[in-house]
Structure formats: structure tokens, C-alpha cells
């Protein structure tokens, strides 16, 4: 593979990158009001744990489907017009509820469409953001792993406090008022995006190339092609599956299992989870410093080796609970890492007219074993017990951290180091030249 540059004394524009940070921010707390406050919304209204399950797969199945399926239309139209319009859409569908309930006029089907049109949105309207990085990044004059470590630091620092923030308003304004709050939180993304999101710059031939790319079906096959064919990007993303099936597993059954068999409580748990969060957001906060300095391959190595199995062996032995608290903290060190390498490595390999489809994919591919996490820890648990489903668990995590490492021995990771063994010639720094995108071997 070979990267090129040029140079560009044009002065950088970092409100971009702010209001991305910022919109992250809300984003994030946004999603997380409304992943409390509806489910329990529906739960005070109905009594019905059944019917706040089925909300629950409302919105996250055709979250997952249109998250796959959008890809073309962000490559298409933009990734900028996209966000906006699924923020503005997501502003209006979320607004209805409290306003159908407060004129007596929300019935329960009606509920659940809108909660499905509400994730319809959130699938494009989530990627399209991720696919605005790089144009983010040419326009603030930083390196992709700044962008992705900052994006990754306010994402983890969000979530961290979001849940607080959700269960606070939920508690002094009730759940209705605190959905009128989430639907606002999308318009304001929507006008930041509006006034400080980059205009994709367009080149002649990646517009002749997009009007020759053919149907929406064509397009899509392509991107998925593109992605099936990359010898690192495809393992990276069913890794990626795997441990998000096994991490969603051991958050919402096998940890508290523990806890219970151990005499502790939900409090505990919260501790467990909160000592890895803290760290991860700190060091995702050092990648964002540093990520562009160090080799990717070595820091996704050690990354998970830190924050991955030992996560689950320790659990499978009889440890006071301060030894859980501090293999999560130390987990999180090489948390902090994983997300801004892993973003940086896939925008630079996708070229710029697919990213929003291979991107879209990949996410949809990567949330794919989420649903499934909880059920297969529990008929786990069941079917062999506690401590050898943490070893299975921990094992699985272990193979799947390395087999992408294995596949793509001989793949060049890209960043900073990798672009200086393939060209000494000295280059100019980052904030003079745009970033290099590198072409796929497929």
C-alpha cells in the first residue's frame, strides 16, 4: 500500500471538531435518557415487563437493519445531510410521545412504531457522524487519531455520566418531561451539525465514480464486497462481533451472577463496571495525545491482552472483590486504547466514496451478538456453571483478540509509523498536510 500527500497551508478550523465533540456528548446522553426512560415509561403505564421487552426490540432491531442498509445513501448524499436529517426526523418522532400522551391519544401500537421509526433514524444518523471524522480531522488539522481518541474519550465520559444524568431527570421531571429533553437533545445536534459540520469537497473523478456506481442494491454489494475482501478489516469486524457479544454477556448476567453468589449487590456491580469506565475514558484521552505516534498493531496487541481475558479469568476465581476492582481498572488502561486505533485503521482503508456503506456494515455486523449476549450466558450458565462459563468466555475472548493479529500478520496497520517505513522521504506534519488515506490490498 502507498499513502500520498500534499501540502495545504490553508488555517485550521477546529470548530468542527468542538461541535462534533460536543454533539458526541449529547448524543450520547441523549440515547441514554431514552434507553431509561421509555422502557420505564412503559413499564409505570402498562405494568408489562413483556411489553417493555418488546420496545426494547423495536428500536434496536430496526436500529441494526438500517444502520446495514443506509451505508449507500451516506455515500450518496453525504454524510453531513444525512446526520441532520435523521437528527431533525429523530427530533419529531421522539417529541410525539409525550405529546400523543399528554392528549390521551398514545396507544401502545402506536408506541411501538414510533420507537421503530425512532431507531431507523439513529442507524444512519449514528454512522453517518462516524464517516464525518475524516473530513473533521482535514478541517481542524490533526491527525485521524486524535479525532478518534477525543471522539472516544467524550463517548466513554458521556455514557459514564449519562446514566446519572438519566435517572435524575427521570426523578424530578418524570419520564414524560424527560423524553420532551431527549427529543431536544436531537435538535440541538441537528443545528450544530448545520452550522459546523465540514461540506464534503467533492473531486471530479470521485463524482463521475459515484454517478457510475449503479443501483442502491449494487452499491450496497459493493461495500459489503469491499469489506468480506479486505484480509484485515473483516477479521477485525467479526472480532469485534464476537467480543461485543461476550462484553454484553458478562455485564448483564455473568457479573451479576457473581455478585449475587458472593453476597454482593447491585452496588457493587456498579462499582465493578464504573472502575473500568474511569480508566478507559483517561487513557482514551492518552490515545487521543499520543495514538498517532505509537504503532497500531502493537498497541491493539497489548490493549487487549490487558482489558480482555483477564477481565473473565479473574472472575472465575475466588477473589476478594478489591482484586476484581482493580483487574477492571487496569482493564480499562488498555479500553482506553481499542476504539481510537480501531477508527483511525478502518477510515484510512476504506477509500472516502465508500466509507459510509463499508462503514455501516461493519458497525451493523459489529452490534450484530449484542441481543444475544444475555441469553447465551444464561443457557451457559445453566448448562456447565458459573466458573467454567467465565473460562470459556475468557478463552473465546483471548482467540478472537488474536486471530485478527494472525490474518493480518503481513497487512499494513497504517498510522503514523507504518507511513514512515513505506516512505522515508520526510513528510509534512500534520497540521500542514491533510491525512492519508491508504487503499485497501482488495
Given at each position: 500500500m502507498?499513502a500520498?500527500?500534499?501540502?495545504d497551508?490553508s488555517?485550521?478550523n477546529?470548530?468542527?471538531l468542538?461541535?462534533?465533540l460536543v454533539?458526541n456528548v449529547?448524543s450520547?446522553?441523549?440515547?441514554r435518557?431514552?434507553?431509561i426512560?421509555?422502557?420505564w415509561?412503559?413499564?409505570i ?6 411489553k417493555?421487552g418488546?420496545?426494547?426490540l423495536a428500536e434496536?432491531?430496526?436500529l441494526?437493519l438500517?444502520?446495514a442498509?443506509g ?5 450518496r ?5 444525512v446526520s ?5 426526523g429523530?427530533?419529531?418522532v ?10 390521551h391519544?398514545?396507544?401502545?401500537p ?6 421503530g421509526?425512532?431507531?431507523a433514524l ?5 454512522a453517518?457522524?462516524g464517516?464525518?471524522?475524516p473530513?473533521i480531522a482535514e478541517?481542524a488539522?490533526?491527525p ?8 472516544s ?7 459514564f455520566?449519562?446514566?446519572?444524568l438519566a435517572?435524575?431527570?427521570?426523578a424530578l ?12 437533545s ?6 450544530l ?5 465540514p461540506?464534503?469537497q467533492?473531486k471530479t473523478?470521485e463524482t ?6 449503479g ?6 454489494r ?6 468480506r475482501?479486505?484480509r484485515?478489516?473483516?477479521p477485525?469486524?467479526l472480532?469485534i462481533?464476537?467480543?461485543?457479544l ?8 455473568m457479573i451479576?451472577v ?5 453476597g454482593?449487590?447491585p452496588?457493587?456491580?456498579g462499582m465493578v463496571?464504573t472502575?473500568?469506565?474511569?480508566t478507559?475514558?483517561a487513557?482514551a484521552?492518552?490515545?487521543a495525545?499520543?495514538g498517532?505516534?505509537?504503532p497500531?498493531r502493537?498497541a491493539?496487541?497489548l490493549?487487549?491482552l490487558?482489558c480482555?481475558a483477564?477481565?473473565f479469568v479473574v ?5 476478594p472483590l478489591?482484586v476484581?476492582l482493580v483487574?477492571y481498572a487496569?482493564g ?6 481499542i476504539n481510537?486505533v480501531?477508527?483511525a ?5 476504506v477509500?472516502r466514496p465508500?466509507?459510509g ?7 451493523s455486523?459489529g452490534?450484530a451478538?449484542?441481543?444475544l449476549?444475555g441469553?447465551?450466558?444464561g443457557v ?11 473460562l470459556?468466555a475468557g478463552a ?6 488474536i486471530a485478527?493479529?494472525l490474518?493480518?500478520?503481513n497487512?499494513?496497520?497504517?498510522g503514523?509509523?507504518a507511513?514512515a517505513?513505506a516512505?522515508?522521504e520526510?513528510?509534512p506534519?500534520?497540521a500542514a498536510?491533510?491525512l492519508?488515506?491508504q487503499a485497501?490490498?482488495?
Amino acid at each position: 500500500m502507498t499513502a500520498t500527500s500534499t501540502m495545504d497551508t490553508s488555517t485550521p478550523n477546529r470548530a468542527p471538531l468542538i461541535a462534533f465533540l460536543v454533539a458526541n456528548v449529547v448524543s450520547v446522553c441523549g440515547t441514554r435518557v431514552s434507553a431509561i426512560a421509555i422502557p420505564w415509561f412503559v413499564l409505570i403505564s402498562t405494568g408489562s415487563p413483556t411489553k417493555t421487552g418488546l420496545v426494547s426490540l423495536a428500536e434496536m432491531l430496526p436500529l441494526v437493519l438500517s444502520k446495514a442498509f443506509g451505508g449507500p445513501l451516506i455515500d450518496r448524499i453525504g454524510p453531513r445531510r444525512v446526520s441532520i436529517v435523521a437528527d431533525v426526523g429523530s427530533t419529531l418522532v421522539v417529541a410525539m410521545i409525550p405529546l400523543l400522551h399528554s392528549l390521551h391519544a398514545l396507544n401502545f401500537p402506536t408506541l411501538l412504531v414510533l420507537v421503530g421509526i425512532a431507531g431507523a433514524l439513529r442507524g444512519p444518523g449514528d454512522a453517518a457522524k462516524g464517516t464525518l471524522v475524516p473530513d473533521i480531522a482535514e478541517a481542524a488539522r490533526v491527525p485521524l487519531e486524535r479525532v478518534t481518541g477525543l471522539e472516544s474519550t467524550t463517548e466513554r465520559l458521556a455514557g459514564f455520566l449519562a446514566f446519572g444524568l438519566a435517572g435524575g431527570l427521570i426523578a424530578l421531571l418524570g419520564e414524560v418531561n424527560a423524553l420532551w429533553i431527549d427529543a431536544a437533545s436531537f435538535g440541538f445536534c441537528a443545528v450544530l451539525f448545520v452550522i459546523w459540520a465540514p461540506r464534503r469537497q467533492t473531486k471530479t473523478n470521485e463524482t463521475k465514480e459515484t454517478e457510475e456506481e449503479g443501483s442502491y442494491g449494487q452499491r450496497l454489494r459493493e461495500g459489503w464486497t469491499f469489506l468480506r475482501k479486505d484480509r484485515l478489516m473483516m477479521p477485525l469486524v467479526l472480532m469485534i462481533s464476537l467480543t461485543n457479544l461476550l462484553d454484553a454477556a458478562v455485564v448483564a448476567v455473568m457479573i451479576p451472577v457473581w455478585m449475587r453468589n458472593h453476597g454482593h449487590g447491585p452496588g457493587q456491580t456498579g462499582m465493578v463496571l464504573t472502575a473500568f469506565f474511569i480508566t478507559a475514558t483517561a487513557f482514551a484521552l492518552v490515545a487521543a495525545s499520543i495514538g498517532e505516534r505509537i504503532p497500531r498493531r502493537t498497541a491493539f496487541i497489548l490493549s487487549f491482552l490487558i482489558c480482555g481475558a483477564p477481565r473473565f479469568v479473574v472472575l472465575a476465581l475466588d477473589v476478594p472483590l478489591w482484586v476484581v476492582l482493580v483487574t477492571y481498572a487496569v482493564g480499562g488502561v488498555g479500553g482506553g486504547f481499542i476504539n481510537p486505533v480501531l477508527g483511525a485503521l478502518f477510515i484510512e482503508r476504506v477509500p472516502r466514496p465508500m466509507l459510509g456503506r463499508v462503514n455501516s456494515l461493519a458497525e451493523s455486523v459489529g452490534w450484530a451478538g449484542v441481543p444475544l449476549g444475555g441469553v447465551l450466558a444464561g443457557v451457559t450458565i445453566a448448562g456447565i456453571g458459573l466458573t467454567p462459563a467465565f473460562l470459556v468466555a475468557g478463552a473465546l475472548y483471548l482467540a478472537a483478540t488474536i486471530a485478527p493479529v494472525l490474518f493480518g500478520r503481513n497487512e499494513n496497520w497504517g498510522g503514523q509509523t507504518a507511513r514512515a517505513e513505506a516512505d522515508p522521504e520526510p513528510q509534512p506534519s500534520a497540521a500542514a498536510a491533510p491525512l492519508q488515506r491508504q487503499a485497501s490490498p482488495a
